[in-house]
Each structure stands twice: as C-alpha cells, then as structure tokens.
C-alpha cells in the first residue's frame, strides 16, 4: 500500500492493523484483519436525550413531546448534544463511522432535513433521505486539507423549513438512531 498523496510506502502501526505514511496524516486499514462492526448500538430520541438537552434555535416543545417551529418563524434547528462517548475517558473513545436512523415525523406544511456529524457538529452530512439505510460518515478517508479532527462525537441535527410563517409547522415526535462503533 502507497501513501495516494506522496506516493511513498506506508509503514504498518506496531501492534495494530493500521498502516500510516511516513510524510502526512494518511492512515489505510489491513483489509484482511479490519473488518466495520455492525450497527449494533441503539439510542432512543428523546427517551435517552430529552428535547430539553438540545439547542433548540426557533424550535420548540409544544408541551407533548413533539418538535415543531416557534409561532411566526420559517426556519429552524434542533442539534442534539454528543450521543456516544459521553461520560468516557477521552483515551478510550469510540469512532462511529456509519449511522442508520427510523423517525416519526410530519412534514405539515413544510420539510424536515436529517444531518449527521461525528466530529462534535463541525462539517454536516445530509445523510438521511430513507429510514431504515445505512450512511457512511468520514473516517479517515476525507483528502488531507479538509480531514476532520476528530471522528467520536456523533450528533445530530434537524433542520424545519416551511414556505410562510403562517404555514402549518412539521412536526418530529421520535427517532431510533443505530450506529456502530470502531476504532480508528
């Protein structure tokens, strides 16, 4: 395997299945030995993170547990706090590399965008377009100028939009969100 920016070889990782470039930040994985978990590990919204705990930004609880947008607004957002990792050493945290989500909402007479982010809410993935499908986020993969920092804080944000301020409001009531966890 040859570093794809300096074109040198990589040297493996003592102890470990990574192999890196001498030169930049370039990490590849041994094919054989790394093998993605499946998305085994499961939140509930707002059972484990109630809507209280999210920045809320022209969005409201309307008393019954339901996301609406705030009277008179058109556009607005909801960002959950980090969801994995939360409470742990930072020496022992998980990677998540790929997320699938289930939700309960409608659209009234707007939309709801789903995005995901695992580098604590810096670059957004509009990930979400079908319940039920698996979405890989970055891990290590990203060209060297735009690499994330990070790749263990996953959090999501939902984005309401309707046409007029008088509009009916979409409305989000749940959501299931599966993701797995490696290490990168």
């Not at 040859?2 to 470039?21: A, D, M, Q, W």
């Not at 590399?97 to 939309?111: A, F, M, P």
Request: aromatic share 12%.
């Amino acid at each position: 395997m040859e570093c794809p920016t300096h074109k040198e070889r990589l040297i493996k990782v003592r102890g470990g299945i990574s192999f890196v470039c001498p030169r930049c930040s370039y990490k590849a994985f041994d094919s054989n030995v790394y093998k993605e978990d499946a998305m085994a590990h499961h939140i509930g919204i707002p059972e484990a993170f109630a809507w209280t705990t999210w920045t809320l930004n022209g969005v409201e609880d309307n008393g019954s547990g339901v996301l609406v947008l705030s009277t008179g607004v058109t556009l607005g957002t909801a960002i959950s706090p980090q969801i994995i990792n939360v409470g742990r050493n930072i020496q022992h945290y998980w990677s998540c590399t790929k997320v699938k989500s289930k939700w309960t909402s409608t659209n009234g007479g707007g939309q709801i965008y789903i995005y995901a982010s695992n580098d604590g809410g810096v670059a957004w993935s509009r990930f979400i377009k079908t319940q039920d499908v698996d979405y890989s986020l970055p891990a290590m993969n990203e060209v060297p100028q735009y690499r994330q920092s990070k790749y263990d804080d996953l959090r999501i944000k939902l984005e309401f939009s309707r046409a007029l301020s008088g509009s009916a409001t979409p409305t989000f009531t749940s959501m299931d969100v599966y993701f797995n966890k490696v290490k990168l």
